[in-house]
T-cell receptor
Framework: TQLLEQSPQFLSIQEGENLTVYCNSSSVFSSLQWYRQEPGEGPVLLVTVVTGGEVKKLKRLTFQFGDARKDSSLHITAAQPGDTGLYLCAGASAAGNNRKLIWGLGTSLAVNP | GAGVSQSPSNKVTEKGKDVELRCDPISGHTALYWYRQSLGQGLEFLIYFQGNSAPDKSGLPSDRFSAERTGGSVSTLTIQRTQQEDSAVYLC???????????FGAGTRLSVL
């Protein structure tokens, strides 16, 4: 069974701090995606990474895909209250039907003003 | 519209009644997913469509749950004889392929009294 483990499960920080959240698996993925979900809304796709070692930046957010395509990290610099939300990672399997996404349980981030 | 549309946005029903939830995916997206999310929890996979066929129904909780997709577009999730444990937010997402990432609707919040 393919699993994606996200850590930490909960994170509460002050505005301006930096943070990193992780998404780990023993399985290889064709791609890994990060989403942010706010209360009452569906998840919103932030980024997709497909190449081992790939790094993508989205303003203050930096996403990295592990060299072996089994893990990923999301780093936020100078966090803002608007970054508050549930961060979910999802992987597209490298074997078989890669259209079915495997989901982590999420990291709930609270950025306090 | 340009995004994934779900209806109704909220549904309150009595235990034992049947409900139908609708999803209009992004035009041209061949993959369509249904998920369930309870308060503060991650995404629970229900079913995945590729075109009109459902290669993976493994997440449907019981035979009270069924889904169909017609014309490679609109999908309906039907829950028969609803139970209180069916109360949750039901999310639909569509994608060109699993690798590219999925786009979510805002969900249907189902409350079974």
């Amino acid at each position: 069974t393919q699993l994606l483990e996200q850590s930490p499960q909960f994170l509460s920080i002050q505005e301006g701090e930096n943070l990193t959240v992780y998404c780990n698996s023993s399985s290889v993925f064709s791609s890994l995606q990060w989403y942010r979900q706010e209360p009452g809304e569906g998840p919103v796709l932030l980024v997709t990474v497909v190449t081992g070692g790939e790094v993508k930046k989205l303003k203050r957010l930096t996403f990295q895909f592990g060299d072996a395509r089994k893990d990923s990290s999301l780093h936020i610099t100078a966090a803002q209250p608007g970054d508050t939300g549930l961060y979910l990672c999802a992987g597209a399997s490298a074997a078989g039907n890669n259209r079915k996404l495997i989901w982590g349980l999420g990291t709930s981030l609270a950025v306090n003003p | 519209g340009a995004g994934v549309s779900q209806s109704p946005s909220n549904k309150v029903t009595e235990k034992g009644k049947d409900v139908e939830l609708r999803c209009d995916p992004i035009s041209g997206h061949t993959a369509l997913y249904w998920y369930r999310q309870s308060l503060g929890q991650g995404l629970e996979f229900l079913i995945y469509f590729q075109g009109n066929s459902a290669p993976d129904k493994s997440g449907l909780p019981s035979d009270r749950f069924s889904a169909e997709r017609t014309g490679g577009s609109v999908s309906t999730l039907t829950i028969q004889r609803t139970q209180q444990e069916d109360s949750a937010v039901y999310l639909c997402a569509s994608s060109l392929s699993g690798i590219a990432g999925a786009y979510f609707g805002a969900g249907t919040r189902l409350s079974v009294l």
